[in-house]
């Protein structure tokens, strides 16, 4: 989706953008005792991960899942690290026919890791073959068309999957009950968002004082990647316009110009909001009539404006239309009617 990707404020990777892929690189955690926060993730994963070191096999496969930017790759990384094998790195829209995973799967070194993101949107055929892998460490390689096409077992190493996907509730059941250990990744506190955005300050060499931090930990969403992206911003705005680093003045004034609030809302939040408030009330108005009004597709506004909206308790979903609640009254400093 474009303009979600487009967002300073999404939690999705800009596609494209080199500078967050060398950025993203460079922060990552190598190992599981460097990954913030997660406790209850962190120990699951410890345990099936020091299990399969002490029987010397590979993990059952693992399902990664949670919304974009909480670590699912990075985690996927940290597996493979702790185990000390290679990491195969795919997606499920990468894996368009059978024959690329096929192709994938007959490749892969004993135990490596396979690490397919959003998976699920592999395409059925894909996933089937899948299926076999998972259980049997086997794939029936079609050769031919038609009546004369003939099925060719192929053995493959064990190896361990490890899916992600922002939706689990959208895997069909074959393939989630074929994962042996699945971790929910849920949104960062904000003192977790701190220490993330203290260590990438640390490893990218910028400096910043403890309250800029925090600012910047309060105005992510819950998300390690936005976090990241802010203080590279930040850290634009503190070499140009200061002697580069990075005080709490500085990091609001930044995020003044990017139009980040101090509670993670961006224009398209506050265009949904004001609109509701000041032109409807505070609703309930239907989401076409909120869209026309803030100049943007429904589908914006749902999917890429609403998510984050709801789930600050600022606007509700009813029956009858979209409601402002108090909560987002007092955002504007205004009084409910
Ligand atoms: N727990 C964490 N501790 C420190 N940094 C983290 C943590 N989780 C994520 N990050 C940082 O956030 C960035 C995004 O993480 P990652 O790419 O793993 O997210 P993701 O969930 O796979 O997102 P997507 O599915 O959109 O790719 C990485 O650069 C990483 O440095």
């Known amino acids: 989706m474009e303009q979600e990707t487009e967002r300073l404020v999404s939690g999705a990777a800009v596609t494209g953008d ?9 922060l990552r955690p190598k190992r599981l005792a ?4 997660q406790p209850k993730v962190r120990d699951q994963l410890s345990l099936v991960l ?3 070191r002490m029987r010397e096999a590979a993990p059952d496969h693992i399902l990664l899942s949670g919304p974009p930017g909480l670590g699912k790759t990075t985690l996927s990384m940290i597996i493979a690290n702790e185990l000390r094998v290679p990491i195969r790195i795919t997606s499920g829209p990468a894996i368009q026919h059978a024959g690329d995973l096929a192709a994938i799967l007959s490749s892969l070194a004993d135990g490596e890791v396979l690490f397919v993101d959003e998976i699920h949107r592999m395409s059925r055929p894909a996933e089937e073959m899948l299926y076999m892998a998972m259980e049997d460490f086997r794939v029936d390689v079609i050769v031919g068309k ?10 493959l190493p064990p190896f361990t999957l490890v899916g992600a996907t922002t939706r689990s509730g959208l895997l069909p059941a074959p393939l989630r009950d074929r994962f042996g250990f699945t971790a929910h990744l849920e949104f960062y506190d904000a003192a977790d968002l701190e220490h993330v955005v203290n260590r990438s300050a640390r490893l990218l060499g910028v400096r910043i004082v403890a309250e800029a931090a925090k600012e910047l930990a309060g105005r992510s969403r819950g998300t390690p990647r936005i976090v990241n992206r802010l203080l590279r911003r930040v850290r634009d705005y503190a070499e140009v316009k200061a ?7 500085i990091a609001r004034a930044a995020l003044d110009v990017y139009e980040v609030d101090e509670r993670g809302l961006d224009r398209l939040d506050r265009a949904v909001l004001h609109a509701l408030l000041k032109l409807f009330g505070g609703g ?3 989401l076409s009539t909120l869209a026309v009004a803030v100049g943007e597709e429904s589908e914006t506004v749902e999917e890429v404006a609403e998510p984050f909206l709801v789930r600050e308790g600022l606007l509700a979903r009813t029956p009858r239309g979209r409601i402002a609640t108090a909560a987002a009254w007092a955002h504007f400093g205004l009084s409910a009617p």
């Open 284 to 286: 309930p108005v239907g």
């Open 146 to 155: 038609g009546p004369g096409a003939t099925a060719i077992p192929l053995e």
């Open 34 to 37: 460097e990954f913030v926060g």
């Open 18 to 26: 080199t500078e967050e892929q060398a950025a993203d690189a460079a």
């Open 243 to 249: 002697d580069g680093t990075v005080t709490l003045e």
């Open 50 to 52: 020091a299990a399969a």
